[in-house]
């Protein structure tokens, strides 16, 4: 195991000086979180969030598609992936008729009141971009440079900059000669089906949410859409369009060929493509750590000694949260919001809740029995996944299984000293969450969700659960 260095402000009472970067969901949640400490309330420990745009939100608060990348991926037919319940932060609820599932915009004024209604904007600097975040081992504290030229003193640093802002491309033979000549694009720089409406056949690559939602909107407005999915496609998972006329599933791509060719997996060929969008997710990215190692490590034991960012995940992280390495005090930063395949802002404030216990308590950290874990679960996937390649289990860290975000909810709770069960509905509409998406779609092309919405919410989010249990009992 790396030896750790220690926590000079170890000490119950001492001030201390928080930073955030990010004020997107997760910033936003962490500093609810930490505002409503008594030490901050009394001003003892000073808070502060550095957001680089003009406005909090994060990747709900749209952007247009300029820039390398642009400041925000959201394109106009982006709304939630998952039902309003699995996406509503404790004690704040949408208001009432709120789709099912929110559109960008209605998430992003969810997000404005959010930190409206917490006074959190007192403690946000908008237009500022932190540039460089060091630890000095002489100090003992972060020195932290920002776009404006300040250069300011935290001892203790929570990293919620968002992972989808840094394109991921597919390592494919002819790829970049398809980006470079244009015919290959990123879905970053997506917006609308309408900028394309002048090609006849179209490729998208991609298995997550935003390939079917570009897929679904360019359906009726492109001859021919081709959809490339990496993996084999199941029942009741992610609602893929049926194949049609217009539209069809096709294999993984593995060569991008002259003349508007591909050749896929299973050796057949595409020719006359005219266009190619790559939904293929994003990088994990920071660019303002310099301490922070790009790369993959090897699989312990022993953890590596120095942080890694293999961009599918950071490592090694205990409770997915705090870095256990010998270049700075593990509890003095925190990198919450890595997880995927997780309802998001239900989590973000219980990795708030235990960042705010290591700000209070470090000692409450055992790094010791951390490392133990984070060993348990190399092996865990190792064993699931078939595989020793750390490359492999660097991809696979972070989606996170069926019922894992319960399981880690449960962990963090316990941390914290409390007792929590995942609720029945949580869990069923969890599981279930494709076929809501269906039952949802399907109400809205029939022109009923209106009807379905009326005074859904007046009582808060058993109303929407309910609502839930409807179209379930529909599927």
């Known amino acids: 195991m790396a030896e750790h260095v220690s926590d000079p402000s170890g000490t119950k009472g001492v001030p201390k000086r ?77 208001l009432p008729e709120t789709s099912l599932y929110p559109v960008a915009s209605v998430v992003q004024k969810y997000l404005e009141d959010y930190a409206t209604y917490f006074d959190l904007l007192r403690y946000v600097r908008l237009r500022t971009r932190v540039e460089r975040v060091f630890w000095d081992t002489n100090s003992g504290e972060w020195d932290v440079t920002l776009s404006t030229g300040e250069h300011l003193e935290f001892d203790f640093v929570v990293v919620a900059n968002g992972h989808y802002r840094k394109p991921r491309y597919p390592v494919v033979v002819g790829l970049q000669h398809w980006l470079d000549s244009g015919r290959a694009f990123h879905s970053a720089w997506y917006r609308h089906p309408r900028e394309f409406s002048r090609h006849k056949k179209v490729m998208v690559v991609g298995g997550g949410s935003s390939a079917i939602d570009i897929c679904t909107g360019m359906m009726g407005v492109i001859p021919l859409l081709l959809h490339s999915i990496p993996g084999p496609t ?50 994990m990215s920071f660019p303002f750590l310099p301490q922070i190692k790009l790369g993959v490590p090897s699989l312990p034991p022993p953890l590596p000694n120095e942080l890694y960012n293999s961009t599918y995940h950071v490592f090694p992280l205990a409770l997915h949260l705090f870095p256990l390495q010998g270049d700075f005090p593990p509890t003095s930063i925190a990198f919450p919001g890595l997880p995927s395949r997780v309802p998001p802002f239900l989590l973000f404030e219980d990795q708030a809740h235990v960042i705010a216990r290591v700000l209070e308590n470090p000692e409450s950290l055992d790094c010791l029995i951390c490392a133990v874990d984070i060993v348990a679960r190399t092996h865990t996937r190792m064993r699931e996944g078939g595989t020793d390649d750390p490359l ?84």
């Open 18 to 94: 928080v930073c955030v970067i990010g004020a997107g969901a997760n910033g936003l949640a962490t500093l609810k979180v930490l505002a409503e400490m008594h030490q901050v309330q009394s001003g003892q420990w000073s808070l502060v969030a550095f957001e680089e745009r003009d406005n909090v939100g994060g990747i709900w608060y749209p952007a247009p598609s300029s820039g390398n990348p642009p400041l925000s991926p959201t394109y106009d037919a982006l709304s939630t992936n998952l039902p309003l319940p699995l996406m509503a932060f404790p004690n704040f609820s949408f």
């Open 234 to 283: 199941k029942q009741g998972g992610p609602p893929y369009p049926d194949d049609s006329t217009n539209y069809r599933k096709v294999d993984r791509v593995v060569e991008y060929q002259e003349g508007g060719t591909v050749l896929l997996a299973d050796r057949s060929t595409e020719s006359d493509i005219d266009l190619v969008i790559l939904a293929t997710g994003y990088e």
């Open 392 to 475: 492999r289990i660097s991809k696979a860290w972070f989606l996170f299984a069926p019922f894992e975000p319960f399981e880690y909810r449960t962990q963090l709770n316990a941390f914290l000293g409390k007792s929590w069960t995942a609720p029945d509905w949580l869990v069923e509409f969890w599981e279930k969450r494709f076929v809501l998406r269906r039952e949802w779609e399907a109400i809205e092309r029939g022109g009923r969700a209106d009807e379905l919405l009326k005074d859904v919410g007046v009582n808060g989010l058993e109303d929407w659960i309910g609502l839930c249990r409807k179209l379930l009992g529909m599927s």
